[in-house]
Protein backbone atom coordinates (compact mmCIF):
# COMPACT_ATOMS: atom_id res chain seq x y z
CA UNK A 1 0.00 0.00 0.00
CA UNK A 2 1.18 3.78 -0.71
CA UNK A 3 1.68 5.77 2.51
CA UNK A 4 0.47 8.99 3.56
CA UNK A 5 1.41 11.49 0.51
CA UNK A 6 1.30 15.06 1.34
CA UNK A 7 2.02 18.21 -1.58
CA UNK A 8 3.42 20.30 -1.85
CA UNK A 9 6.52 19.53 0.16
CA UNK A 10 8.03 22.71 0.38
CA UNK A 11 6.61 26.11 0.51
CA UNK A 12 7.29 29.85 0.67
CA UNK A 13 4.41 32.56 1.22
CA UNK A 14 5.13 35.90 2.66
CA UNK A 15 2.54 37.11 5.91
CA UNK A 16 -1.01 37.91 5.40
CA UNK A 17 -1.52 35.42 2.55
CA UNK A 18 -3.07 32.46 2.70
CA UNK A 19 -1.85 28.64 2.28
CA UNK A 20 -3.91 25.61 1.82
CA UNK A 21 -2.17 21.90 2.23
CA UNK A 22 -3.35 18.41 0.96
CA UNK A 23 -2.72 15.17 2.84
CA UNK A 24 -3.71 11.60 1.53
CA UNK A 25 -4.33 9.57 3.65
CA UNK A 26 -2.99 5.53 3.38
CA UNK A 27 -6.13 3.58 1.58
CA UNK A 28 -8.42 2.28 3.62
CA UNK A 29 -7.55 4.80 6.33
CA UNK A 30 -10.19 7.29 7.55
CA UNK A 31 -8.88 9.13 10.39
CA UNK A 32 -7.18 11.66 9.55
CA UNK A 33 -5.08 14.02 11.73
CA UNK A 34 -2.54 17.30 11.24
CA UNK A 35 -0.09 18.03 13.52
CA UNK A 36 2.37 20.94 13.38
CA UNK A 37 6.32 20.77 14.40
CA UNK A 38 8.36 23.95 15.66
CA UNK A 39 11.88 23.76 17.38
CA UNK A 40 10.16 25.69 20.25
CA UNK A 41 7.07 23.85 20.88
CA UNK A 42 7.56 20.29 19.06
CA UNK A 43 4.67 18.71 17.69
CA UNK A 44 1.42 19.99 18.22
CA UNK A 45 -2.35 18.96 17.76
CA UNK A 46 -4.19 20.59 14.92
CA UNK A 47 -7.33 19.00 14.51
CA UNK A 48 -8.60 15.28 13.67
CA UNK A 49 -11.09 14.01 11.09
CA UNK A 50 -13.00 11.13 10.74
CA UNK A 51 -16.09 10.52 8.05
CA UNK A 52 -15.48 14.31 6.86
CA UNK A 53 -16.66 15.17 10.59
CA UNK A 54 -14.01 17.26 12.60
CA UNK A 55 -13.49 15.47 16.19
CA UNK A 56 -10.72 16.98 17.59
CA UNK A 57 -9.53 20.49 17.68
CA UNK A 58 -6.01 21.63 19.19
CA UNK A 59 -5.44 24.60 20.73
CA UNK A 60 -4.84 27.03 17.45
CA UNK A 61 -6.17 30.51 16.54
CA UNK A 62 -9.37 30.36 13.71
CA UNK A 63 -6.83 31.38 11.02
CA UNK A 64 -5.99 27.29 11.04
CA UNK A 65 -9.07 25.45 9.33
CA UNK A 66 -9.18 21.87 7.32
CA UNK A 67 -11.48 19.63 6.19
CA UNK A 68 -12.11 16.03 5.12
CA UNK A 69 -13.29 14.41 1.75
CA UNK A 70 -15.70 11.56 0.89
CA UNK A 71 -12.77 9.84 -0.10
CA UNK A 72 -10.84 10.92 3.01
CA UNK A 73 -8.58 13.17 1.56
CA UNK A 74 -8.06 16.43 3.53
CA UNK A 75 -7.10 19.70 3.11
CA UNK A 76 -5.64 22.16 6.15
CA UNK A 77 -5.85 25.96 5.18
CA UNK A 78 -3.89 28.65 7.33
CA UNK A 79 -5.17 32.34 6.31
CA UNK A 80 -4.12 35.80 6.91
CA UNK A 81 -0.21 34.07 7.39
CA UNK A 82 2.05 34.96 10.49
CA UNK A 83 5.96 34.34 10.49
CA UNK A 84 5.40 32.12 13.39
CA UNK A 85 3.00 29.80 11.27
CA UNK A 86 6.83 28.48 9.92
CA UNK A 87 6.78 24.62 10.63
CA UNK A 88 7.05 21.43 9.46
CA UNK A 89 3.07 20.40 8.89
CA UNK A 90 2.66 16.40 9.23
CA UNK A 91 -0.43 14.45 7.96
CA UNK A 92 -1.55 11.29 10.27
CA UNK A 93 -3.87 8.04 9.17
CA UNK A 94 -4.86 6.03 11.16
CA UNK A 95 -6.80 2.89 10.30
CA UNK A 96 -9.01 2.73 13.09
CA UNK A 97 -11.90 5.00 14.44
CA UNK A 98 -10.18 5.82 17.78
CA UNK A 99 -6.72 6.94 16.66
CA UNK A 100 -4.85 3.94 17.31
CA UNK A 101 -1.16 3.33 15.49
CA UNK A 102 -1.01 6.49 13.29
CA UNK A 103 0.96 6.59 10.23
CA UNK A 104 2.51 9.88 9.19
CA UNK A 105 3.53 11.30 6.26
CA UNK A 106 6.31 13.18 4.70
CA UNK A 107 5.14 16.96 5.93
CA UNK A 108 4.90 20.13 4.28
CA UNK A 109 7.97 22.30 4.96
CA UNK A 110 6.09 25.88 5.31
CA UNK A 111 8.34 28.99 5.06
CA UNK A 112 6.80 32.67 6.12
CA UNK A 113 8.79 35.57 4.87
CA UNK B 1 -4.04 17.60 30.88
CA UNK B 2 -1.59 14.91 29.51
CA UNK B 3 2.28 16.12 29.71
CA UNK B 4 5.26 13.78 27.91
CA UNK B 5 8.71 14.32 29.23
CA UNK B 6 11.54 12.54 27.28
CA UNK B 7 15.21 12.25 28.72
CA UNK B 8 17.41 13.32 28.05
CA UNK B 9 17.12 15.67 25.26
CA UNK B 10 20.32 14.65 23.17
CA UNK B 11 22.43 11.95 23.69
CA UNK B 12 26.23 11.26 21.75
CA UNK B 13 27.63 7.35 21.78
CA UNK B 14 30.26 5.68 20.27
CA UNK B 15 29.12 2.85 17.73
CA UNK B 16 28.35 -0.93 19.76
CA UNK B 17 26.85 0.68 22.64
CA UNK B 18 23.59 -0.60 23.93
CA UNK B 19 21.31 2.55 25.40
CA UNK B 20 18.03 3.64 26.81
CA UNK B 21 15.95 6.62 26.32
CA UNK B 22 13.31 7.61 28.46
CA UNK B 23 9.65 8.72 28.19
CA UNK B 24 7.40 10.14 30.90
CA UNK B 25 3.81 10.72 30.52
CA UNK B 26 1.34 12.24 33.59
CA UNK B 27 -1.82 10.74 32.94
CA UNK B 28 -1.81 6.66 32.93
CA UNK B 29 -5.45 6.54 31.44
CA UNK B 30 -3.80 5.91 27.78
CA UNK B 31 -4.90 3.67 24.64
CA UNK B 32 -1.41 2.93 23.89
CA UNK B 33 1.89 4.00 23.45
CA UNK B 34 4.04 5.21 20.40
CA UNK B 35 8.24 5.42 19.77
CA UNK B 36 8.86 7.15 16.47
CA UNK B 37 11.91 8.16 14.58
CA UNK B 38 12.27 11.11 12.79
CA UNK B 39 15.33 12.07 10.22
CA UNK B 40 16.28 15.89 10.16
CA UNK B 41 13.46 17.70 7.99
CA UNK B 42 11.23 14.24 7.61
CA UNK B 43 8.27 12.66 8.46
CA UNK B 44 7.88 10.34 11.50
CA UNK B 45 8.47 6.74 10.87
CA UNK B 46 6.85 4.62 13.52
CA UNK B 47 9.06 2.18 15.61
CA UNK B 48 7.13 0.35 17.96
CA UNK B 49 3.46 0.62 19.69
CA UNK B 50 2.81 -0.89 22.93
CA UNK B 51 -1.18 -1.02 23.79
CA UNK B 52 -2.04 0.08 27.67
CA UNK B 53 -2.64 -4.10 28.26
CA UNK B 54 1.33 -4.52 27.46
CA UNK B 55 4.63 -4.27 29.11
CA UNK B 56 7.01 -4.64 25.93
CA UNK B 57 7.17 -5.17 22.43
CA UNK B 58 10.70 -5.78 20.56
CA UNK B 59 11.57 -5.69 16.91
CA UNK B 60 15.34 -6.28 15.75
CA UNK B 61 17.58 -4.26 18.10
CA UNK B 62 14.53 -2.50 19.49
CA UNK B 63 13.00 -3.00 22.74
CA UNK B 64 10.49 -0.86 24.00
CA UNK B 65 8.82 -1.15 28.00
CA UNK B 66 5.62 0.33 29.05
CA UNK B 67 4.91 0.54 33.14
CA UNK B 68 1.50 2.65 33.28
CA UNK B 69 1.02 2.73 36.55
CA UNK B 70 4.32 4.52 37.22
CA UNK B 71 3.97 6.73 33.84
CA UNK B 72 7.20 5.76 32.18
CA UNK B 73 8.45 4.09 29.19
CA UNK B 74 11.63 3.12 27.87
CA UNK B 75 13.36 2.48 24.79
CA UNK B 76 16.51 0.56 24.86
CA UNK B 77 18.70 0.00 21.24
CA UNK B 78 21.02 -3.08 21.36
CA UNK B 79 24.45 -2.51 19.28
CA UNK B 80 23.74 1.02 18.24
CA UNK B 81 24.75 2.00 14.54
CA UNK B 82 25.81 5.33 13.17
CA UNK B 83 22.47 4.69 10.89
CA UNK B 84 20.59 4.66 14.11
CA UNK B 85 20.98 8.38 14.48
CA UNK B 86 18.06 10.27 14.46
CA UNK B 87 15.66 12.28 16.62
CA UNK B 88 13.59 9.27 18.63
CA UNK B 89 9.88 10.78 20.03
CA UNK B 90 7.58 9.16 22.36
CA UNK B 91 3.78 9.65 22.05
CA UNK B 92 0.57 8.71 24.02
CA UNK B 93 -2.62 8.02 22.88
CA UNK B 94 -5.11 8.93 25.49
CA UNK B 95 -8.17 7.15 26.44
CA UNK B 96 -11.81 7.91 27.00
CA UNK B 97 -13.46 10.43 25.52
CA UNK B 98 -13.15 11.79 22.41
CA UNK B 99 -9.88 12.45 21.75
CA UNK B 100 -8.41 10.85 19.17
CA UNK B 101 -4.52 12.71 19.45
CA UNK B 102 -1.73 11.93 20.00
CA UNK B 103 0.49 14.20 22.86
CA UNK B 104 4.41 13.72 22.03
CA UNK B 105 7.66 14.27 23.79
CA UNK B 106 9.84 16.64 22.56
CA UNK B 107 12.21 14.35 22.09
CA UNK B 108 16.10 12.35 22.49
CA UNK B 109 18.37 13.27 19.74
CA UNK B 110 20.61 10.40 19.39
CA UNK B 111 23.75 10.91 17.87
CA UNK B 112 25.87 6.98 17.66
CA UNK B 113 29.62 8.03 16.56
CA UNK B 114 31.79 5.43 14.38
Redesign the interface.
Known amino acids: KAGVTQTPRYLIKTRGQQVTLSCSPISGHRSVSWYQQTPGQGLQFLFEYFSETQRNKGNFPGRFSGRQFSNSRSEMNVSTLELGDSALYLCASSPSPTGYEQYFGPGTRLTVT | KQEVTQIPAALSVPEGENLVLNCSFTDSAI??L?W?RQDP??????LL?IQSSQREQTSGRLNASLDKSSGRSTLYIAASQPGDSATY?C?V?DSGG??????????TLLTVNP
Request: net charge positive; glycine share 16%; no cysteine.
Open positions: YNQFGKGLTSLLALSNYKLTFGKG
